[in-house]
């Protein structure tokens, strides 16, 4: 199968695909009650979509856009895209103008979409969503520092601002009652421990449980690296370190990178031996100190990495990968963020007629998809035009490669319970992770493909980002994504293209 592609790769001709360019947007997101100014779109029809979540205990949700000059139309649609015209949207605003509202009284938790279309052009006009909360909402506890894997011992809070309120844990696993364990005011974490907790107010309403780990590294513990896994939730205290490992052969291309959440940490690497603390004296043989170092042709051994805490941190994510020659596509694990929604489709949706999913109300299982080129080349795809691996979707207008990921939903063991389809995509850059990429998007839906450093990003709220669960009981389970299932595509790495990552789903 590789080699018929390859042969597709080198006879495609360079014929001018009819699409609608970058029509899979990544939707900006809004933060409830910041609003968003001089919004402009000057193409008649151009629809443009954001993103706002939800809190639990929401009185409603009001979506505004005001000033400006021209018109606008607005829709809204939980869980999902909006579509152009509001066929496929939960709420519409269309009065002429820019200024519209929607208003939606005792909202659902979670992700709610905004679609802002242009009506003919506009403007100046700016967006706001306003998420009040009930009155007496009891909201979940905060967990401070963040959970997440850390380098020593960690002092760790469970607080609320709710006056009169108390917050009750537990450490079993079981959910926490009102005869629960009252939470003292620091909790001392020198091993793996798992956290449940709730508020009570003084009147004896509980709230939602939220739950928190925090992992226990021993000082001086260091975790060997595979290259293909990256490493997750790591945390620290100002001062802290985490120390790695990876065994690589010689004249290869190593790359280390840390990224994501807050706070501010720096990396070294030294073949042969953990780095010294501190900044390297010059000369020394620490290869480098910053976020992301590349070493372009490694000597065979040991590369040990330290990742020290300038600041405090959490959240942050590590990986340790050689760079071949071509194209190597990764899932993300840490953009899927799942979630549960039900939903209604109709048979003149575009789903229905796809085959993605039958009509009538639906259970889903959505998720995000961002897949990665690690490799030191572009994957570049041939022309779709009499291509076999590529379908043309008349509901979007333009080609999607066949098959590109699919994914499973697994019980704790690791037994399939439900399989999504395997969802054909539309290869593009849609979002540029590596700090020395390329500085601008090259491939779209009229040229596909993802540059080195690049990703390409499917939403949840897109048709098919789903799997169907029915019936299935509220639990614990595992999602698993894979990226080139069949191994179509050219890559130098296959071993990296499976991630599971656990999720909770919710009862109907």
Request: negative net charge; glycine residues 12%.
């Amino acid at each position: 199968m590789k080699t018929v592609l390859s042969l597709l790769l080198l006879i495609a001709s360079a014929v001018q695909v009819h699409g609608h360019g970058l029509v899979t947007p990544f939707p900006k997101v809004l933060q409830a009650g910041v609003p968003m100014a001089g919004l402009t779109a000057s193409d008649p029809g151009d629809l443009t979509v954001y993103k706002v979540l939800v809190p639990t205990g929401a009185q409603r949700l009001t979506v505004v856009t005001t000033g400006g000059s021209g018109g606008v139309r607005l829709y809204l649609r939980q869980g999902a895209q909006p579509t152009r015209n509001g066929e496929e949207s939960d709420y519409e605003s269309v009065y002429p103008g820019t200024r519209q509202q929607i208003v939606v009284q005792a909202p659902g938790a979670g992700p709610w979409y905004i679609g802002l279309q242009a009506e003919g052009t506009y403007s100046g006009v700016q967006l706001r969503a306003i998420t009040p909360l009930e009155k007496g909402a009891v909201l979940p506890p905060v967990f401070s520092p963040q959970p997440g894997i850390y380098p020593a011992p960690v002092t760790c809070r469970i607080t609320t601002r709710l006056k009169g309120a108390v917050v009750r844990h537990t450490t079993d696993g079981n959910d926490p009652t009102s005869a629960s364990a009252v939470t003292p005011a620091t909790l001392e974490v020198t091993a793996d421990t798992s956290f449940k907790a709730r508020v009570y107010s003084s009147g004896g309403t509980e709230g939602p449980v939220a739950e928190a780990t925090y992992q226990v590294r021993p000082p001086g513990d260091i975790l060997d690296l595979d290259g293909d896994s990256p490493v997750r939730h790591l945390a620290s205290a100002k001062g802290g370190r985490h120390l790695f490992r990876i065994i690589v052969t010689a004249n290869q291309r190593l790359v280390i990178q840390s990224e994501g959440g807050k706070g501010k940490s720096t990396l070294s690497v030294l073949r042969g031996s953990v780095p010294p603390a501190g900044k390297p004296a010059a000369g020394s043989s620490v290869l480098h100190h910053g976020s992301r170092i590349t070493i372009p042709a490694t000597e065979a051994g040991d590369y040990f990495i330290a990742l020290d805490a300038t600041t405090a941190y959490a959240g942050r994510t590590l990986m340790a990968y050689v760079a071949g020659n071509g194209a190597d596509l990764m899932p993300w694990a840490d953009a899927l963020e799942p979630y549960v929604s039900v939903e209604e489709f109709s048979e003149l949706s575009c789903e229905v007629e796809e085959g993605l999913i039958g009509a009538g109300e639906r259970r889903l299982l959505r998720y995000n998809t961002e897949v990665r080129n690690l490799g030191a080349q572009d994957m570049v795809m041939p022309s779709p035009e009499g291509n076999p691996f590529f379908e043309y979707h008349d509901c979007h207008g333009h080609y999607h490669f066949k098959a590109f990921a699919s994914s499973r939903l697994l019980d704790l063991e690791g037994n399939e319970l439900r399989a999504g389809n395997k969802v054909s995509f539309c290869l593009l850059d849609g979002l540029r992770w590596r700090s020395d990429a390329a500085a601008g998007p090259r491939y779209d839906c009229e040229n596909q493909g993802i540059q080195a450093g690049w990703a390409d990003v499917y939403d949840s709220g897109l048709p098919g980002q789903w799997i169907e669960i029915g019936d299935l009981p509220a639990g614990n389970y595992l999602l698993e994504l894979t990226v080139n299932p069949e191994g179509i595509l050219p890559e130098t790495n296959y071993d990296n293209n499976v991630i599971t990552v656990p999720v909770t789903v919710t009862a109907e």
